[in-house]
Nanobody, 127 residues
Framework: QVQLVESGGGLVQAGGSLRLSCAVS????????MGWFRQAPGKERGFVAA????????AYDDSVKGRFTIFRENAKNTVYLQLNSLKPEDTAVYYC????????????????????WGQGTQVTVSS
């Protein structure tokens, strides 16, 4: 069993910044490939960013590349998403996810490739 808890969301003006955190816990001490996804009202859940076990490999959706940064501190069992230059269209519930099943790739960018999910944290960008 893996538990994921997101935090750090809130209300921010366009051009501002937020840092989201995902705390990972459970019965296993394994370090997993991780990802961030988001879902806006009326839209499907979509890929934002992903990171490998060591943090050496990352992937981003084109809509956030250059503005968002994913990184991790494995000693703290935490994965972060730094959101800079926020736009109103970034408004969504942000979810972290873990590939806790067997993995062969460094990073995963599809919702179907993850098997553990957090409850989500709301990010609202005003204009």
């Amino acid at each position: 069993q893996v538990q994921l808890v997101e935090s750090g969301g809130g209300l921010v003006q366009a051009g501002g910044s937020l840092r989201l955190s995902c705390a990972v816990s459970g019965r296993t001490a394994s370090t997993y490939p991780m990802g961030w996804f988001r879902q806006a009202p009326g839209k499907e859940r979509g890929f934002v960013a992903a990171i490998s076990r060591s943090g050496s490999s990352t992937a981003y959706d084109d809509s956030v590349k250059g503005r968002f940064t994913i990184f991790r501190e494995n000693a703290k069992n935490t994965v972060y998403l730094q959101l800079n230059s926020l736009k109103p269209e970034d408004t969504a519930v942000y979810y972290c996810a873990a590939r806790s099943a067997y993995y062969s790739a460094n990073v995963y960018s599809s919702t179907g490739e993850y098997n553990d999910w957090g409850q989500g944290t709301q990010v609202t960008v005003s204009s």
